[in-house]
């Protein structure tokens, strides 16, 4: 133990040479660079960074990547409490309380909470890190494929928490979540499950266009159909002292950040479970376990430590499996795997042995990051709240853009705008009509993990798996996650039942919308029937989930007389933005805000995507917000730039084929861009 | 207005050109290459093998193709590589600009009567080379009991899988077919290091198929302390470090059986295959062949390959290509024998 305290000791040393430290500052710099984009994240980051790690003695060489992949959920709040874009998939959560903050003129107060909750977070994660290092194989090797399924459970009995008082649509929603995780090549017999011989499909639905879709899109349409600034009250000074206090509600709600971080580790490390649902089923687990959590939804600060702590919390755990087995948790690890392999580290017991030096230079690069990644923030972030005060027709051409290209970096294909647009337009609806969204996401991410470790623990251990005693255990834990959610749910469900109106039907738009999801489940049934049957068992059911509890809502929506007075909060999702207009007016302008999207895919199609998003700004600005023409001519001009030399020179992004290039090949030879 | 939307989309395009695109050069496939990207798209997530291969290689090809184009690799995984094999074949620019790496086994899938999302025709390929050719062994910890070929035919065994196309369960299936082996497949595992992590739980026993080369890089210490045992080697030839270990091949009397064995294990000798979309204009076509036999010999990508431990035993792409057609220019007997034993036995 003495000797290991030693060689930690050492690894600071090492770590603190002003070559390395400054090589790890610049890592951070561009970790929080990268977490403020929206949709671009660690992984992104480390793919750019590794090859220029090669000629880096080792120490260096973590001290860069571990510096960008740990605080990119720091600065993912930014985005997240200004606008409702969550600057990385792990921000989704964040969202919910942060932006409302913000709305209330606290951005201050979220940015404070959220900053210096994700840096004790991230210590906490290395800290336990540091600590597990002698146990690290003996723990992974105490896990198995029932502890893995789990744990998938577990984070699927968040839906019962996340859906709030609606919990029908949440478990509608979970399941056709569910669903359309299972869209791609099955993992026993490889089947390509409702593709459609689409090969953007064949990998599945991407993740970045689903969570953009479904919280970034929504926030920005009702940006555009509210006409307001998204700080509806006066900011008042966003000060050091405003961020002052959310660093004393940090200080107030100390337990809670000690609990979420323990749990982002845990989940952390198992693999497959990413900052895309710990945020999640962390932010449920406080409504849950919190009390007064009536305010979570509404500007609640607590919903803003939660998350953060977790996400940052589980790199920590995130490296549990990769350095002792070498299999990676998430899809950053896998990367950061590459970069071992690269400076000659082999995970296992070298690592925790002759390289073990390597490992604790690893761990501190990890806790210095998070530290300085929060400062960082707390000193720089008040001054970007700025563009919180930003008229929606200058904010939207700059963010818009960058959500676009930012998507089509989940697989730099057309689909991943497709599926922006469709899950944007799903998402506008669900918040409109009171769906909670988080089930859907929950579902979505856990699905291939529930099933892949189902199918597993049942063919190596048949039945017996549920006697395993951390099954057992978890299977506790769940069922106390799940008791008060559900009793609750059963009653609220009778009380709405019983005031059922049986002599006059309401067709309204919560009926429609409720009747295409069960349309879907349907021909998803039905196209799904010939699919050889290990394949069918996980999909099957969770279209017959999304179907029963999408009748149950269906019928309280074209009989329901009872209507339970809409507390905000209700659903564990922003309440729908209060608004004035005329339903009328209202739909218009979404059709209108989503018809630009279109209109890009479209500009983008015919000219390229970088002269697109120049194109776009400029008639966005010019024809549809009536702005100057040179005004919109130079913002054009900037945000094209800028694009330009972030993802054409920086990350080489190879653009898709455009009708113009088609037209003029010599042009695409030329320019490259079309 | 649609004449003006035109007029800026050509103007915005000229401001983006890159000028040394502009450049004049007397050799064409220098000019067209110059300030250009090609992609190497990868069919696999990050941090696999084949994923480190491709990368490597594409960090030094670039020097070695006239006008010295950027080389990009860009993961594309789904579907055991289909989706990045039907991209490379359909979708890509047929200009020379996309190169990429799928499965040593998806070229004789469709030989093997497994067609579903196939789009593509493996002979029609421009391949460009194989980086190694690589031996690969059936590995079992060491309290399975499973220490010889013996031990395999007689005593109960489990090994892991990764899904249908995968190798791990190719491999496992054709041995259990073909030889009638007591031992059963658990597939769905997410890769072959999940399977070890398993067979270290004591989940299953073991994993057959495991390349040598990663063997050896990755845990070599296993083989030191003796914690796992290697009861038969996989591929056409015998590896010289192995030469205790009988080979697959040499396991059956039957010259069809043989053959079949043959067919599908012939695989290993295109370990690392890299292809780019069928029809691109000759003289590039011999330009990116020529640049990966060129990197092959360049001694900055063989001490990198070095330092990873990445075995280099290179295929030209003119003896892939060869290789795929004599692939499918076995008898349809010895075809049907190969077909069947990839089938997915009953557990």
Same mark, same amino acid.
């Given at each position: 133990?003495?000797?290991?305290?030693?060689?930690?000791?050492?690894?600071?040393?090492?770590?603190?040479?002003?070559?390395?430290?400054?090589?790890?500052?610049?890592?951070?710099?561009?970790?929080?660079?990268?977490?403020?984009?929206?949709?671009?994240?660690?992984?992104?980051?480390?793919?750019?960074?590794?090859?220029?790690?090669?000629?880096?003695?080792?120490?260096?060489?973590?001290?860069?990547?571990?510096?960008?992949?740990?605080?990119?959920?720091?600065?993912?709040?930014?985005?997240?409490?200004?606008?409702?874009?969550?600057?990385?998939?792990?921000?989704?959560?964040?969202?919910?309380?942060?932006?409302?903050?913000?709305?209330?003129?606290?951005?201050?107060?979220?940015?404070?909470?959220?900053?210096?909750?994700?840096?004790?977070?991230?210590?906490?994660?290395?800290?336990?890190?540091?600590?597990?290092?002698?146990?690290?194989?003996?723990?992974?090797?105490?896990?198995?494929?029932?502890?893995?399924?789990?744990?998938?459970?577990?984070?699927?009995?968040?839906?019962?928490?996340?859906?709030?008082?609606?919990?029908?649509?949440?478990?509608?929603?979970?399941?056709?979540?569910?669903?359309?995780?299972?869209?791609?090549?099955?993992?026993?017999?490889?089947?390509?499950?409702?593709?459609?011989?689409?090969?953007?499909?064949?990998?599945?639905?991407?993740?970045?266009?689903?969570?953009?879709?479904?919280?970034?899109?929504?926030?920005?349409?009702?940006?555009?159909?509210?006409?307001?600034?998204?700080?509806?009250?006066?900011?008042?000074?966003?000060?050091?002292?405003?961020?002052?206090?959310?660093?004393?509600?940090?200080?107030?709600?100390?337990?809670?950040?000690?609990?979420?971080?323990?749990?982002?580790?845990?989940?952390?490390?198992?693999?497959?479970?990413?900052?895309?649902?710990?945020?999640?089923?962390?932010?449920?687990?406080?409504?849950?376990?919190?009390?007064?959590?009536?305010?979570?939804?509404?500007?609640?600060?607590?919903?803003?430590?939660?998350?953060?702590?977790?996400?940052?919390?589980?790199?920590?755990?995130?490296?549990?499996?990769?350095?002792?087995?070498?299999?990676?948790?998430?899809?950053?690890?896998?990367?950061?795997?590459?970069?071992?392999?690269?400076?000659?580290?082999?995970?296992?017991?070298?690592?925790?042995?002759?390289?073990?030096?390597?490992?604790?230079?690893?761990?501190?690069?990890?806790?210095?990051?998070?530290?300085?990644?929060?400062?960082?923030?707390?000193?720089?972030?008040?001054?970007?709240?700025?563009?919180?005060?930003?008229?929606?027709?200058?904010?939207?051409?700059?963010?818009?853009?960058?959500?676009?290209?930012?998507?089509?970096?989940?697989?730099?294909?057309?689909?991943?705008?497709?599926?922006?647009?469709?899950?944007?337009?799903?998402?506008?609806?669900?918040?409109?009509?009171?769906?909670?969204?988080?089930?859907?996401?929950?579902?979505?991410?856990?699905?291939?993990?529930?099933?892949?470790?189902?199918?597993?623990?049942?063919?190596?251990?048949?039945?017996?798996?549920?006697?395993?005693?951390?099954?057992?255990?978890?299977?506790?834990?769940?069922?106390?996650?799940?008791?008060?959610?559900?009793?609750?749910?059963?009653?609220?469900?009778?009380?709405?039942?019983?005031?059922?109106?049986?002599?006059?039907?309401?067709?309204?738009?919560?009926?429609?919308?409720?009747?295409?999801?069960?349309?879907?489940?349907?021909?998803?049934?039905?196209?799904?029937?010939?699919?050889?049957?290990?394949?069918?068992?996980?999909?099957?059911?969770?279209?017959?989930?999304?179907?029963?509890?999408?009748?149950?809502?269906?019928?309280?929506?074209?009989?329901?007389?009872?209507?339970?007075?809409?507390?905000?909060?209700?659903?564990?999702?922003?309440?729908?933005?209060?608004?004035?207009?005329?339903?009328?007016?209202?739909?218009?302008?979404?059709?209108?805000?989503?018809?630009?999207?279109?209109?890009?895919?479209?500009?983008?199609?015919?000219?390229?995507?970088?002269?697109?998003?120049?194109?776009?700004?400029?008639?966005?600005?010019?024809?549809?917000?009536?702005?100057?023409?040179?005004?919109?001519?130079?913002?054009?001009?900037?945000?094209?730039?800028?694009?330009?030399?972030?993802?054409?020179?920086?990350?080489?992004?190879?653009?898709?084929?455009?009708?113009?290039?088609?037209?003029?090949?010599?042009?695409?030879?030329?320019?490259?861009?079309? | 207005?649609?004449?003006?939307?035109?007029?800026?989309?050509?103007?915005?395009?000229?401001?983006?050109?890159?000028?040394?695109?502009?450049?004049?050069?007397?050799?064409?496939?220098?000019?067209?290459?110059?300030?250009?990207?090609?992609?190497?798209?990868?069919?696999?997530?990050?941090?696999?093998?084949?994923?480190?291969?491709?990368?490597?290689?594409?960090?030094?090809?670039?020097?070695?193709?006239?006008?010295?184009?950027?080389?990009?690799?860009?993961?594309?995984?789904?579907?055991?590589?289909?989706?990045?094999?039907?991209?490379?074949?359909?979708?890509?620019?047929?200009?020379?600009?996309?190169?990429?790496?799928?499965?040593?086994?998806?070229?004789?899938?469709?030989?093997?009567?497994?067609?579903?999302?196939?789009?593509?025709?493996?002979?029609?390929?421009?391949?460009?080379?194989?980086?190694?050719?690589?031996?690969?062994?059936?590995?079992?910890?060491?309290?399975?009991?499973?220490?010889?070929?013996?031990?395999?035919?007689?005593?109960?065994?489990?090994?892991?899988?990764?899904?249908?196309?995968?190798?791990?369960?190719?491999?496992?299936?054709?041995?259990?077919?073909?030889?009638?082996?007591?031992?059963?497949?658990?597939?769905?595992?997410?890769?072959?290091?999940?399977?070890?992590?398993?067979?270290?739980?004591?989940?299953?026993?073991?994993?057959?198929?495991?390349?040598?080369?990663?063997?050896?890089?990755?845990?070599?210490?296993?083989?030191?302390?003796?914690?796992?045992?290697?009861?038969?080697?996989?591929?056409?030839?015998?590896?010289?470090?192995?030469?205790?270990?009988?080979?697959?091949?040499?396991?059956?009397?039957?010259?069809? $059986?043989?053959?079949? &064995?043959? @067919?599908?294990?012939?695989? %290993?000798?295109? !370990? +690392?295959?890299?292809?780019?979309?069928?029809? =691109?204009?000759?003289?590039?076509?011999?330009?990116?062949?020529?640049?990966?036999?060129?990197?092959?010999?360049?001694?900055?990508?063989?001490? $990198?390959?070095?330092? &990873?431990? @990445?075995?280099?035993?290179? %295929?030209?792409? !003119? +003896?892939?290509?060869?290789?795929?057609?004599? =692939?499918?220019?076995?008898?349809?007997?010895?075809?049907?024998?190969?077909?069947?034993?990839?089938?997915?036995?009953?557990?």
């Amino acid at each position: 133990m003495e000797g290991q305290l030693d060689m930690a000791l050492q690894a600071l040393q090492t770590l603190m040479e002003p070559h390395r430290l400054s090589i790890l500052v610049f890592g951070v710099l561009l970790g929080l660079a990268i977490g403020v984009m929206p949709g671009l994240g660690g992984v992104v980051a480390l793919a750019v960074l590794i090859p220029f790690t090669y000629n880096m003695d080792a120490p260096s060489a973590f001290a860069l990547l571990l510096g960008v992949a740990a605080v990119t959920t720091t600065s993912d709040l930014i985005p997240a409490v200004l606008f409702g874009v969550p600057g990385t998939v792990g921000a989704a959560a964040t969202v919910i309380d942060g932006h409302a903050l913000a709305q209330k003129g606290q951005a201050g107060r979220a940015f404070g909470a959220g900053f210096v909750s994700a840096a004790l977070g991230g210590v906490f994660g290395a800290f336990v890190l540091a600590l597990a290092v002698p146990l690290l194989q003996p723990i992974m090797l105490a896990i198995g494929s029932p502890e893995l399924l789990a744990f998938s459970i577990f984070g699927l009995s968040m839906v019962a928490t996340l859906s709030g008082r609606a919990p029908l649509k949440g478990l509608a929603g979970a399941g056709i979540g569910l669903m359309i995780s299972m869209v791609g090549s099955g993992t026993q017999t490889g089947t390509l499950r409702w593709t459609f011989d689409q090969l953007y499909l064949f990998d599945g639905v991407p993740l970045i266009p689903v969570t953009l879709g479904l919280f970034a899109l929504p926030e920005l349409a009702d940006l555009a159909i509210n006409r307001r600034r998204i700080a509806r009250e006066v900011m008042g000074n966003v000060s050091l002292s405003s961020q002052w206090e959310g660093v004393r509600d940090v200080g107030r709600n100390w337990w809670l950040v000690i609990k979420c971080s323990g749990l982002g580790t845990i989940l952390g490390a198992v693999p497959g479970i990413g900052s895309a649902v710990i945020d999640w089923i962390v932010y449920g687990y406080a409504a849950r376990t919190e009390k007064n959590a009536e305010t979570f939804g509404s500007g609640d600060i607590r919903g803003v430590i939660a998350p953060e702590a977790a996400n940052n919390a589980k790199e920590g755990g995130h490296l549990v499996p990769t350095i002792a087995f070498g299999v990676p948790a998430g899809a950053s690890m896998t990367l950061l795997l590459g970069a071992f392999l690269l400076h000659g580290l082999t995970p296992g017991p070298d690592m925790l042995g002759r390289n073990l030096d390597i490992t604790y230079s690893i761990i501190w690069s990890l806790t210095l990051a998070n530290v300085m990644g929060g400062m960082i923030c707390l000193l720089g972030a008040r001054h970007l709240a700025k563009f919180a005060e930003m008229k929606h027709e200058t904010l939207l051409p700059l963010v818009m853009p960058i959500v676009f290209v930012a998507t089509f970096q989940a697989t730099r294909s057309w689909g991943d705008l497709y599926s922006l647009l469709i899950f944007g337009v799903i998402g506008w609806i669900m918040k409109r009509l009171g769906w909670p969204r988080p089930p859907m996401v929950l579902g979505f991410v856990i699905g291939p993990i529930f099933e892949r470790y189902l199918f597993l623990s049942n063919e190596i251990y048949g039945y017996s798996w549920l006697m395993r005693p951390v099954v057992i255990v978890i299977g506790v834990v769940i069922a106390w996650a799940l008791y008060r959610p559900l009793s609750q749910t059963v009653k609220h469900l009778a009380q709405e039942f019983r005031h059922l109106d049986r002599t006059t039907i309401k067709v309204g738009p919560g009926a429609w919308f409720t009747g295409v999801w069960m349309v879907v489940a349907v021909a998803a049934l039905i196209t799904s029937s010939s699919w050889p049957e290990v394949e069918q068992i996980v999909p099957r059911t969770a279209c017959w989930a999304a179907l029963i509890a999408g009748s149950l809502n269906l019928v309280t929506e074209l009989f329901g007389g009872y209507r339970p007075k809409a507390a905000a909060g209700d659903s564990h999702d922003l309440p729908p933005t209060d608004t004035p207009l005329e339903p009328a007016v209202m739909l218009r302008r979404a059709a209108e805000f989503f018809g630009w999207l279109a209109g890009f895919i479209l500009l983008a199609g015919l000219f390229g995507f970088l002269p697109a998003i120049g194109l776009f700004v400029f008639v966005f600005m010019s024809i549809g917000f009536k702005q100057p023409l040179l005004r919109s001519a130079i913002f054009s001009l900037c945000m094209a730039l800028f694009c330009y030399g972030v993802f054409d020179r920086g990350l080489h992004v190879p653009w898709p084929q455009a009708v113009l290039g088609d037209i003029w090949p010599a042009l695409r030879e030329y320019s490259g861009l079309m | 207005m649609l004449r003006t939307l035109l007029g800026l989309g050509a103007a915005l395009a000229a401001i983006f050109a890159t000028p040394a695109a502009a450049a004049p050069a007397a050799d064409p496939v220098a000019a067209f290459y110059k300030g250009r990207t090609v992609q190497v798209l990868i069919g696999f997530s990050p941090g696999g093998g084949y994923d480190i291969y491709a990368r490597t290689l594409a960090r030094h090809m670039g020097k070695h193709i006239p006008g010295n184009p950027t080389m990009v690799p860009q993961n594309m995984p789904g579907a055991g590589t289909l989706k990045v094999a039907n991209y490379i074949y359909n979708v890509a620019p047929k200009n020379g600009t996309v190169m990429g790496t799928f499965a040593r086994g998806i070229p004789m899938e469709r030989l093997l009567g497994r067609t579903e999302g196939q789009q593509f025709d493996a002979t029609k390929f421009t391949w460009i080379g194989s980086v190694t050719d690589e031996p690969s062994v059936c590995v079992f910890w060491h309290q399975s009991g499973i220490r010889t070929w013996e031990d395999m035919k007689t005593k109960p065994w489990k090994v892991g899988g990764s899904g249908i196309t995968s190798d791990l369960d190719i491999y496992a299936n054709v041995l259990r077919n073909m030889f009638k082996l007591p031992g059963r497949l658990i597939s769905g595992f997410p890769g072959g290091q999940e399977v070890l992590l398993s067979m270290q739980r004591r989940e299953v026993d073991g994993r057959c198929n495991w390349s040598w080369s990663s063997l050896i890089s990755r845990d070599k210490y296993m083989l030191d302390q003796k914690l796992i045992n290697i009861p038969i080697q996989l591929g056409v030839e015998k590896n010289p470090d192995l030469p205790n270990v009988p080979l697959v091949l040499d396991l059956t009397d039957d010259p069809k $059986e043989k053959a079949a &064995l043959r @067919l599908i294990f012939s695989r %290993q000798v295109i !370990a +690392r295959p890299f292809a780019a979309p069928p029809g =691109i204009p000759a003289d590039r076509a011999k330009a990116l062949r020529d640049g990966f036999d060129a990197t092959m010999k360049d001694p900055a990508f063989l001490a $990198e390959a070095e330092k &990873l431990q @990445l075995e280099v035993r290179p %295929q030209s792409g !003119a +003896r892939v290509e060869q290789l795929i057609k004599e =692939i499918y220019a076995y008898p349809p007997d010895v075809v049907k024998i190969a077909a069947s034993a990839i089938q997915n036995a009953s557990r």
